[in-house]
């Protein structure tokens, strides 16, 4: 019932283009029930699937999940292979699903790094769910903002030696053509769960003017209301992109 009246109270005008989340608290989430971590990633799969498709539902065009940083790569080895099969078998299984929803499947980082068989299964699903035009759902894998400007500047560096571009003339679209979400809108919204109030070197550039909700749920307990109480915060604030409120209201 509150699910329905928070659905209600969505203006479904302003639902925002692209919403980005870093999914944190699989591990804390599991530790709470005396199981190991990557049954909390297990179960933080379910919510990854009921997250895409009520993002679909009410009209999101673009939702970019930080699912593997390049952080992540230091964790224990046991872990980090536990979750490389875990993304194969969920890509696997829920393909399906995703072309009966109309979502299409993309990927931003060093995803070379990925094992083999990761790559594979990705490029599979990616190839697979090209046509789809309802939702694309972007899988952050082997990321980091820092990497992302990083991987910009030299291909900027190379273009400029080459004499293909004037270093006087560099700016902000220069850098934003040569990043890895180049082809993505910036994110309106950014949701971070689990209780943390950091950006953990995800999209720092894309997210300069993004709306940032932070909720305390750990993620494999975020429902569907808590997306939509996270539009609803978005929805409830004023976008001024570093105009005044007055000038906001003269343009609209």
């Known amino acids: 019932m509150a699910e329905k009246a928070l659905l209600n109270q969505i203006d479904p005008i302003r639902i925002p283009e692209h919403v980005a989340i870093i999914m944190d608290g699989n591990g804390r989430w599991a530790k709470k029930q005396g199981f190991l971590r990557i049954f909390g990633h297990r179960q933080g799969v379910d919510t990854v699937r009921n997250v895409v498709e009520t993002a679909a539902e009410i009209g999101v065009k673009y939702l970019t999940l930080y699912a593997f940083s390049t952080e992540n790569w230091s964790r224990p080895k046991a872990e980090v292979n536990a979750l490389m099969q875990l993304l194969v078998d969920s890509i696997e299984k829920e393909t399906p699903r995703l ?15 990925l094992p083999a068989g990761c790559n594979k299964t990705l490029s599979e699903t990616v190839e697979a769910t090209k046509g789809n035009t309802r939702m694309t759902l972007i899988l952050a894998l082997s990321y980091s903002g820092r990497w992302d400007i990083i991987e910009a500047v030299r291909k900027i560096a190379i273009d400029a030696k080459k004499g293909l571009i004037d270093p006087e003339t560099i700016g902000e679209d220069d850098l934003n053509a040569a990043l890895n979400t180049a082809r993505y809108p910036n994110p309106d919204l950014l949701i971070r769960t689990s209780g943390e109030q ?9 997210i300069a003017y993004s709306e940032i909700h932070f909720t305390k749920v750990l993620w494999p307990e975020f429902s569907t209301e808590d997306f939509y109480k996270a539009i609803l915060d978005y929805q409830g604030r004023e976008r001024r992109f570093g105009n005044t409120g007055d000038q906001i209201k003269q343009v609209v």
């Open 99 to 113: 072309m009966q929803n109309g979502i299409r499947l993309e990927t931003i980082g060093n995803v070379a790094q």
């Open 198 to 206: 950091r950006i953990s070197n995800f999209l720092l550039w894309e």
